[in-house]
């Protein structure tokens, strides 16, 4: 049996390690084996590494990544071997509530993540950080034009098509609007807004290479570190004397919303989408929100068609934005610490590792 190699995380605080693991000789229908030829490190990921979010282990970690499909079952005529994809973060049954009814597939009843499972799950070729996965017969896969790199094609699956599916609920037109991060999300956020034609978007962040980068996709820069955050304002009020048509929250910092809401005009759309853990009780009273009549939503994760979109986003706009600046030249898979501890260290929005 053919074997492909693996680093396998066993649960914080211990290294991962590497391992050959079996590649499956036969397909069921509709499932899909996919060389890896370059995968991105997530925070998510990084927060399972050190424990702050728990998952199954031992898992094969990493859901963001593009490759070239190598064999497939039966069902999937559309792919021909050798066609170079992405493909969605979650497999969904198709046939549950969440599916059919609620338009929500990333929350089907029978819900599986690439990347958060156990090795125990299926073929366990179930991450990114591997030389090979086995895509399920529910998972929507995307061919990735030829003008999109495998750096800038690596983080698709994840930043920017769940940025996609939170702009898909900002009313238009959205003219003025802040952005409270200038991580993937955010810059990912900035260059969607300026393509919808938003005429100022403002992007929030403490440091200073972030924002520098916030500049080169469409945001104007706003120093947030206290004692400068104050004077930076003064900007986003000139533009948006009332308020600005929409926040978009991808911070993960709950004590940024009572300002979020402060910029806010009347009628205002706040997106939710970086608080994803449990130290995230919202400084807020209900008074603020209905005196404004503020629209809240919270967006996780995204649905077939925001992937489809957001690939079609990258190609139309590859030229437009420094995309590639975003990830860092590759680890080799061997080198999984090294890439996670270079990732920590938050010089690059993305840290690349390449079988």
């Given at each position: 049996?053919?074997?492909?190699?693996?680093?396998?995380?066993?649960?914080?605080?211990?290294?991962?390690?590497?391992?050959?693991?079996p590649?499956?000789e036969?397909?069921?229908?509709g499932?899909?084996l996919?060389?890896?030829?370059?995968?991105?490190?997530?925070?998510?990921?990084?927060?399972?590494v050190?424990?702050?979010?728990?998952?199954?282990t031992?898992?094969?970690?990493?859901?963001?990544?593009?490759?070239?499909?190598l064999?497939?079952?039966?069902?999937?005529?559309?792919?021909?071997?050798?066609?170079?994809?992405?493909?969605?973060?979650?497999?969904?049954?198709?046939r549950?509530?969440?599916?059919?009814?609620?338009g929500?597939?990333?929350?089907?009843?029978?819900?599986?993540?690439?990347?958060h499972?156990?090795?125990?799950?299926?073929?366990?070729?179930?991450?990114?950080?591997?030389?090979h996965?086995?895509?399920r017969?529910?998972?929507?896969?995307?061919p990735?034009?030829?003008?999109v790199?495998?750096?800038?094609?690596?983080?698709?699956?994840?930043?920017?098509?769940t940025?996609?599916?939170?702009?898909?609920?900002v009313?238009?037109?959205?003219?003025?609007?802040?952005?409270?991060?200038?991580?993937?999300?955010?810059?990912?956020?900035?260059?969607?807004?300026?393509?919808?034609?938003?005429d100022?978007?403002?992007?929030?962040d403490?440091?200073?290479?972030?924002?520098?980068?916030?500049?080169?996709?469409?945001?104007?820069?706003?120093?947030?570190?206290?004692?400068?955050?104050?004077q930076?304002?003064?900007?986003?009020?000139?533009?948006?004397?009332?308020?600005?048509?929409?926040?978009?929250e991808?911070?993960?910092?709950?004590?940024?919303v009572?300002?979020?809401?402060?910029?806010?005009?009347?009628g205002?759309?706040?997106?939710?989408?970086?608080?994803?853990?449990?130290?995230?009780?919202?400084?807020?009273?209900?008074?603020?929100?209905i005196r404004?009549?503020?629209?809240?939503?919270?967006?996780?994760?995204?649905?077939?068609?925001?992937?489809?979109?957001?690939?079609?986003?990258?190609?139309?706009t590859v030229?437009?934005?420094p995309?590639e600046s975003?990830?860092?030249?590759?680890?080799?898979?061997?080198?999984?610490?090294?890439?996670?501890?270079?990732?920590?260290?938050?010089q690059?929005?993305?840290?690349?590792?390449?079988?």
């Amino acid at each position: 049996m053919d074997t492909t190699t693996v680093q396998i995380f066993d649960g914080p605080g211990q290294p991962l390690r590497r391992e050959a693991w079996p590649i499956p000789e036969a397909l069921q229908d509709g499932e899909v084996l996919v060389g890896i030829a370059l995968a991105t490190i997530c925070g998510s990921d990084l927060h399972t590494v050190s424990g702050q979010r728990t998952e199954p282990t031992p898992a094969i970690l990493g859901h963001e990544a593009v490759g070239r499909v190598l064999r497939k079952g039966r069902g999937r005529p559309e792919l021909a071997e050798g066609t170079r994809v992405t493909w969605s973060i979650a497999d969904s049954c198709g046939r549950c509530p969440a599916c059919t009814e609620f338009g929500l597939p990333q929350k089907c009843d029978a819900l599986f993540k690439y990347g958060h499972a156990a090795v125990t799950n299926g073929s366990g070729l179930n991450g990114c950080y591997a030389g090979h996965i086995l895509l399920r017969a529910g998972t929507h896969i995307v061919p990735v034009p030829d003008n999109v790199s495998d750096p800038m094609a690596a983080p698709i699956n994840c930043a920017l098509a769940t940025m996609v599916n939170a702009l898909s609920y900002v009313p238009a037109p959205c003219r003025t609007a802040v952005i409270q991060g200038a991580g993937m999300l955010g810059l990912y956020g900035a260059a969607l807004l300026r393509d919808r034609g938003a005429d100022a978007v403002f992007c929030v962040d403490v440091q200073e290479g972030r924002l520098e980068l916030a500049e080169s996709f469409g945001a104007t820069p706003i120093d947030g570190r206290p004692g400068r955050y104050e004077q930076a304002r003064a900007r986003i009020e000139q533009a948006a004397p009332r308020g600005v048509d929409a926040v978009i929250e991808v911070a993960g910092k709950a004590d940024l919303v009572p300002e979020g809401v402060r910029l806010l005009r009347p009628g205002g759309h706040y997106a939710f989408i970086g608080m994803v853990h449990p130290n995230s009780a919202l400084p807020l009273t209900g008074e603020a929100v209905i005196r404004k009549c503020l629209t809240i939503h919270g967006t996780h994760n995204y649905g077939p068609e925001h992937l489809d979109e957001a690939v079609a986003f990258l190609a139309r706009t590859v030229d437009a934005y420094p995309y590639e600046s975003l990830v860092s030249a590759p680890y080799r898979l061997d080198e999984i610490e090294s890439a996670l501890d270079a990732a920590r260290s938050q010089q690059w929005a993305r840290v690349a590792v390449a079988p």
